[in-house]
């Protein structure tokens, strides 16, 4: 294949990595945001989901469409629970102290992928794509089902944009990050805010993870990667700037794909992290965000 | 505090710990002595990630780093070069020291949540270099070291670190010098500043101390036990691989702190001994040890959160350094 379509190839692929990763640091960005946060265990949410989508997905038989609706479904809404019940059982407990949230976000990251490896076993298992079309390019085939993981992650990305931007939950969500006593003397109920904005974000890390999940199969240590990617693209993005996560996703994706594609993806991961690691020492505030309070 | 009176007694708990530790050696049955080898090397992980956590207040996810920096410089040397032991470990120490002071100088510039995440990504280049040069390294498989490289030369005359008694001697002799190090340094001007940094750093800048200083200092110092640690690993227990720059490793030692008692002396042996033989128990009845972990970790930051040590320092022996 000539170095043209290669080229193109490559950044396919990193287009989806973006989608997904987009998603998920969203996720991991709004908790930080809103709750100051840092959500260790966001990583594993996203392996409990893409987990949960093949557990869904092998109770159905039929098309497999209908499997994956399923999974598109009450794989993010499990999610969604088991992290409002850690959010009520450990965090309000802690009061939000961010040392401590830290150290038991930990704890969840290994009690989820122990229990993940204990019911769930070591194999990596696949869920069938909901359609096999594939789009013909002049110089190779390409899924469709690929291309149309992009398609949601923008469809998502604007519903969130709208909800945040657009609605009273949005505002009332804005308020607390904004300054949670002066919320809570308005009258807003800051801890149900809390407690929604943790599941939340685990749902949209969920959520990612089913629509991967037909690419990359279900895997009990599937969750550090994208956990440090996300960090990564949270920080370079800028916290709670949603224009700068998505253009830090894409940044990020699109460079992963193509490094990895023409160099030793091990290198690849080296060069960014440490270059995030030097965008955080140099300039904390990422390099979309506003200085933070 | 009573001066000289709770001084005495405090030097002599610590010589008292390690005389036990040193007669354990004649009377322990062999799967434990070799355990409590193994206890020893890794608690001085955790005496030096506490310097840093626990009396400096400063939160690393990244420390697997400087424990691999020992593990790799003294394993790689005494590996592919053939070097000596006391060389090796030099080459160890060196790492360490190296690394915390450039890690010191870029991380120190955070505070806070950005401290630990910038750690935590420095800690994992680290780990993908281990994999990157892996035709020096071996990743994952590791490097296993030699019956003749663990042979410490006294002249003619030599010890076989492969030795079981040896070992625990070294480990021993490891570990009473890095306790007595972290307790002359507690105890100390700088080691008073770095706690008044924990309680409040404005306030201690404001008294005209330079906390950055202070602070690059406590990192350096903490690296370099952490490396000693490390180095010791490899030269005693012979395997250098990956797995010890993981993220794991980065979480093991703030669990044992936690555990014992941060910012107590003895804390880390503490914590250490009691969760080694808690996983080496359960994991004779299941194989969930991580889930063991996880709950631990939960349980002690939301009922317990300063540990066995600092609890009974906070009720009942208030002199406990």
């Known amino acids: 294949m000539a170095f043209g379509p290669h080229l193109l190839l490559a950044a396919l692929e990193g287009l989806v990595t973006s989608a997904v990763l987009a998603l998920m640091a969203l996720g991991l960005s709004l908790v930080f945001g809103v709750m100051r946060v840092v959500n260790v265990a966001h990583g594993e949410f996203f392996m409990l989901g893409a987990v949960l989508a093949w557990w869904t997905a092998s109770l159905v038989t039929g098309h497999p469409a209908i499997g994956f609706l399923l999974a598109l479904v009450i794989s993010p809404l499990i999610v969604g629970a088991v992290a409002l019940v850690a959010e009520r059982l450990v965090l309000r407990r802690l009061n939000y102290n961010p040392e401590a949230t830290i150290v038991a976000t930990i704890g969840m990251l290994y009690i989820i992928q122990q229990l993940a490896l204990t019911f769930y076993g070591p194999q990596a298992r696949p869920v069938d794509a909901p359609f096999t079309y594939r789009i013909l390019f002049p110089w190779f085939g390409y899924s469709g089902y690929k291309l149309s993981i992009i398609a949601a992650s923008i469809v998502l990305l604007t519903a969130t944009w709208f909800v945040l931007t657009r609605t009273k939950i949005g505002l009332v969500m804005r308020a607390t990050q904004y300054d949670s006593e002066t919320a809570q003397a308005f009258g807003i109920p800051v801890d149900r805010v809390y407690a929604g904005v943790f599941a939340l974000g685990a749902m949209l890390a969920a959520v990612a993870a089913v629509l991967i999940v037909p690419i990359t199969q279900a895997h009990y240590l599937m969750g550090m990667d994208p956990l440090l990617l996300s960090f990564i693209v949270v920080i370079i993005g800028g916290l709670g700037s949603l224009r700068g996560t998505v253009i830090a996703a894409v940044l990020i994706g699109l460079s992963d794909g193509i490094i990895s594609a023409f160099f030793s993806p091990t290198l690849a991961k080296i060069i960014a992290t440490l270059l995030v690691a030097m965008v955080l020492v140099f300039r904390p505030q990422g390099l979309f965000g506003t200085a933070s309070r | ?321």
């Open chain 2, 1 to 321: 505090m009573t001066g000289n009176n709770s001084s005495a007694k405090v030097f002599l708990l610590h010589i008292a710990v390690i005389a036990i530790l040193f007669a354990l050696n004649f009377i322990l049955p062999e799967y434990h002595h070799g355990v409590l080898a193994r206890v020893m090397v890794l608690s001085v992980f955790a005496m030096g990630y506490n310097m840093l956590f626990g009396y400096a207040g400063l939160l690393s996810l990244g420390h697997a780093m400087f424990f691999a920096a020992g593990l790799y410089g003294a394993g790689l040397t005494a590996y592919h070069f053939g070097w000596a032991m006391p060389a090796a470990f030099a080459a160890g120490l060196v790492s360490g020291a190296v690394l915390s002071l450039a890690i010191g100088l870029l991380a120190l510039r955070t505070t806070g949540v950005a401290f630990m995440i910038v750690t935590m990504m420095f800690a994992q280049v680290c780990y993908l270099l281990t994999f990157y040069f892996s035709e020096w390294t071996r990743g994952d498989d590791g490097l296993v070291l030699g019956q003749d490289t663990r042979r410490l030369f006294i002249g003619d005359f030599y010890l076989d670190l492969t030795h079981p008694a040896t070992r625990y001697m070294a480990a021993l002799a490891l570990f009473s010098i890095v306790l007595l190090i972290t307790l002359f340094i507690v105890r100390s001007a700088h080691g008073r500043v770095l706690v008044a940094i924990r309680e409040n750093e404005e306030r201690t800048k404001m008294l005209g101390y330079d906390t950055f200083a202070n602070k690059l200092v406590a990192v350096v110092v903490s690296g370099v036990i952490c490396a000693s640690a490390g180095a010791a690993y490899a030269l005693l227990f012979g395997y250098v691989g990956s797995s010890f720059a993981s993220v794991q490793y980065s979480i093991l030692p703030l669990l044992w702190v936690l555990l014992g008692g941060a910012a107590t002396t003895l804390g880390p042996f503490v914590g250490t001994l009691f969760m080694y033989y808690v996983v080496d128990i359960t994991s004779s009845y299941t194989s969930a040890y991580l889930l063991i972990v996880g709950v631990a970790l939960i349980l002690l930051v939301l009922y317990f959160p300063k540990g066995i040590l600092g609890t009974i320092r906070e009720r009942w022996i208030r002199w406990l350094p």
